[in-house]
């Protein structure tokens, strides 16, 4: 049992820090109040942005460790970050609605992400069969040296690469900022009652577009990770799923807070590859597939549960997926 | 911006007085902006020129009789899920689950197919069919529905949910049906009896295009014309105004749920009797969300749903063949549907609202 674990926990965690990273710039985004269901699409756009910025600069020649890490992950923000500003144009200064937005967003990114990852080869004219970014994925899934003669405990916490760790720090760093902070009030104000907000003197459009804009910055670091990290810099088409629709249920989940989606998003991880694990029979190889709809199942019945115990604290964002028009009151 | 006035440049103010006409000028300027920068894009990442790409896409569309004919079969089913999303999205409920209520249709048609061939004449087989597709639809459409009413559950996310599990529900079937065994897939079902193969009118792509628009015309007249459409549109409005007025607001969620994932159902046994005669995991490929786009951006009214499908099927079959001709990735489609979809989203707001400039200054000119 003990060495099942061992084994089991890195693998849930691997899969639980993309969701991890999108849960909580999901979060982000939705105490301004923007419920923005494109985060799956800027998964992907982050995602392939870090792989072209990899792949120009392996095909550049040789690779050095500092550069090797910055340029993919400066490439992945500033594709997300792009994402998050198209989103907020649309929804903050146009107005427009957020579910079609978010929608439109996802159809968008997800074409890019699958586009570039399959005619990335032909357009840049390289003479490669696979994007396969072994050297740069080296360094991201470089974890501490120690960690190996750790034993056990080396390869429960300390064998993951660095954006594992970050993926943690920034969730804390969400949570304490949100809850302790005045920028982190003034947000929570800006989710809740954008007209009351904007009455004390918040500038409700700034914080709505710098919370949204950081939140995909962080969620499109989520796809960076499961790229870079997860699958060895390997991409391939539609192989991130449905992990952005997953993360944002985990904030459901997670009833808005960054540090508990830590556990919970590795929980997710476990469950995503529980069916690996449990046992099937070798004559019922189909059970498999119904053990594949554990976290869907698992996600609809804490939804449920939730909007059933209906407390006051566990609400969503009062005004969420509601534009805001200071004239219009 | 000038700081010596507190005036802004310009502020914005909400415009009743647009005419229907007007709007939808604007929103053809903003997709012909749209189809311009689509072309740009294109002629980036292939070096054809703009002019080409469009002849290039529109040969995918219609380009012989044939294609045409797929073209319109494609149109009419997405048609269909578009129309069956709509009463739920006048009603303001966001079933983004039509991927699972086709998939669960899909399968209930596929599961009749399997199992009562041999058994049971094919006439009685198709009736058994149809009422199956349906149903499994609306059981899908129900549940959400259900947990919305009772517990105001966000339907957003419940109907996502619902599509993953139907997707592996389907799955788990498509392994234990498979044929032949090992291959991972199920197959034509019945290839030599054809029991189950809805009838063909005239040719094999006719029936999808005529029961389209027999649904077309039914959720016109649903929607506008009966009461049930009425209290869908209150409901959608205000929920405390239909309370006041006595419309029973779980009541009308449920039934309203029903009816969309029934066609939802419909659309599932088209694709699987009527199309494909075999069922995937993959088989509604996407078309239960770009449904809701086709279903908003035709600002949920049946009859311009017609022309706001034909747009996303034309992209997205004309951008398949701009793929297949260059070697591309199909995913282009997306790309291109994404702009088209961006710039329809952003026209509306020059529709609600009209920017107002500062006076005693210069005019300056917004570009859209």
Known sequence: MFDFLITFIPRAVGQGIPLLFGSTGEIVTEKSGNLNLGIPGVMYVGGICGVIGAFAYEQSGNVNGFLAICIPLLCSLIGSLLMGLLYCFLTVTLRANQNVTGLAMTTFGVGIGNFFGGSLIKLSGADVPSIALTKTSAYFSRSLPFAAKMGWFGKVFLSYGFLAYLAVIIAILASYILKRTRPGLHLRAVGESPATADAAGINVIKYKYVATCLGCMIAGLGGLYYVMDYASGVWSNDAFGDRGWLAIALVIFTIWRPNVSIFSSILFGGLYILYMYLPTGMEHMEVKELYKMIPYVVTLIVLVVTSMRNKRENQPPLSLGLPYFREER | ?368
């Open chain 2, 1 to 368: 911006m000038n700081n010596k006035k507190s005036e802004p440049l310009f502020h914005v103010i909400k415009r009743d007085d647009m005419t229907r006409g007007k709007a939808w000028g604007i929103r053809a300027i903003s997709i012909v902006a749209a189809l311009l920068l689509c072309a740009l894009v294109t002629t980036v990442l292939t070096g054809d020129n703009p002019i080409s790409v469009y002849a290039t896409m529109f040969s995918g569309a219609f380009g012989s009789a044939r294609k045409t004919w797929v073209t319109l079969q494609s149109l009419s089913i997405l048609l269909i899920i578009s129309l069956a999303l709509t009463p739920a999205f006048r009603m303001r409920f966001w079933n983004c689950g039509g991927e699972g209520q086709v998939l669960m249709g899909g399968l209930a048609a596929a599961a009749c197919m399997v199992t009562l061939d041999g058994k049971l004449p094919n006439a009685l087989v198709i009736i058994i069919m149809i009422i199956a597709s349906i149903a499994a639809g609306a059981i899908w459409g129900f549940i959400p529905a259900i947990c919305k009413a009772k517990w105001n559950t966000n339907e957003t996310l419940s109907t996502l949910m619902m599509n993953y599990i139907a997707t592996q529900i389907v799955a788990y079937y498509t392994v234990l049906w498979e044929s032949p065994k090992g291959s991972g897939k199920i197959g034509i079902i019945n290839q030599n009896s054809n029991i189950g193969w809805l009838p063909e009118i005239g040719n094999k792509y006719l029936l999808s295009i005529l029961v389209a628009l027999l649904v077309t015309g039914f959720l016109y007249i649903y929607i506008y014309y009966s009461k049930h459409g009425y209290e869908i549109c209150v409901v959608g409005e205000s929920e405390r105004t239909a309370n006041y007025v006595g419309i029973k607001v779980p009541k009308v969620i449920v039934r309203t749920m029903l009816v969309s994932g029934a066609l939802c159902g419909l659309a599932g046994l088209l694709l699987v009797g009527g199309i494909n005669h075999t069922i995937t995991t993959t088989i509604a490929g996407g078309q239960g969300f770009t449904a809701i786009m086709v279903s908003w951006l035709a600002k949920f009214n049946p009859i311009t749903m017609i022309f706001t499908s034909l747009l996303i099927i034309f992209l997205g079959r004309g951008a398949g063949e701009i793929a297949t001709v260059f070697e591309l990735n199909q995913s282009f489609s997306d790309i291109l549907t994404g702009i088209i979809l961006f710039f329809i989203i952003g026209c509306e707001f020059f529709i609600r609202y009209k920017l107002v400039f500062r006076s005693g200054k210069k005019e300056e000119v917004k570009n859209v």
